[in-house]
């Protein structure tokens, strides 16, 4: 897959305005596991759209904000929508990444589905791929796995962290909490020399973030398709007389 063809359609969508139509009641934008959930009951319909509603109004009210501020909101946003709840209970697999549209449709998902839609998000709202990247590493309290996502400045400054367990935006630096073990972008793994990260192989290494990545091309493919037909079928304004 070539670099951020997985981001084109949705940020096509987003410049034609398509994307605030087709975040509401469109069948193609629920992940094939739970269209049947889906159709069970109509009021479960109405808490999705709702949660995707208030997405691309998060989107289209954070593009005029400076680049801290799209982090804080972005990063307070996933966190008081989403619960945390471990893949093996939502998903009923040891180890599940969602895509955006699946983490808001299920109201829940674990760490790294929180620091994948934070990154999905801020890469709709602009941030260079070059400045946002996946960062796994371990908790020094009792070794568990955790995931968040880490954004360097442009400016040399040290790495900022979104956590889906702190309100705050912090310095890596002052994640004490934290052993940072290895990031990731779209093509590249990293490792940690202190702050620093030095080029440590391909992220084809990493198949869940490809799967992820093919998923969230079809489902970015499926809101151009649907925008289209909702364009195509809209009513023509009739020209004042």
């Known amino acids: 897959m070539k670099k951020s063809n997985f981001l084109g359609a949705l940020l096509q969508s987003r410049r034609g305005h398509v994307l605030a139509g087709l975040l509401f009641g469109s069948g ?24 995707l509603e208030a997405w691309q109004e998060l989107i289209t009210q954070a593009l005029t904000l400076s680049d801290v501020e799209k982090l804080e909101v972005v990063n307070r946003f996933f966190n008081h929508r989403a619960r945390y709840v471990e893949d093996q209970k939502l998903w009923g697999q040891f180890d599940y990444w969602a895509t955006p549209l ?4 299920m109201g829940a998902g674990d760490c790294e589905d929180f620091a ?16 946002l990247r996946l ?10 796995a955790h995931m968040v996502l880490g954004y360097w ?5 040290l790495p900022l962290v979104l956590d889906n367990l ?10 004490h909490d934290l052993v940072m073990q290895f990031a990731f972008d779209t093509d590249h793994l990293y490792r ?16 869940d973030w490809h799967q992820l990545q ?11 398709r649907a925008g289209e037909l909702m364009i195509a079928a809209a009513p023509h304004a009739k020209p004042a007389s």
Do not use: C, W
Not at 192 to 206: I, S, Y
Not at 214 to 224: C, G, P
């Open 28 to 51: 193609l934008l629920l992940g094939p596991a739970k269209v049947a959930a889906h159709s069970v009951q109509s009021h479960r319909h109405e808490s999705v759209s709702a949660q």
């Open 102 to 105: 699946e983490l808001l449709e």
């Open 116 to 131: 994948l839609a934070k990154y999905f998000t801020l890469r709709l709202l602009g941030f260079p791929e070059q400045s």
């Open 214 to 224: 093919v998923r969230v091309s079809r489902e970015a493919r499926n809101v151009s």
């Open 192 to 207: 940690f020399d202190h702050h620093r990260l030095v080029m440590a192989g391909n992220a084809k290494l990493l198949p």
């Open 166 to 175: 702190r309100e705050e935006i912090e310095p890596l630096a002052q994640r």
């Open 153 to 157: 400045p442009d400016n040399g400054e």
């Open 135 to 144: 960062v796994y590493t371990n908790m020094t309290s009792g070794g568990q």
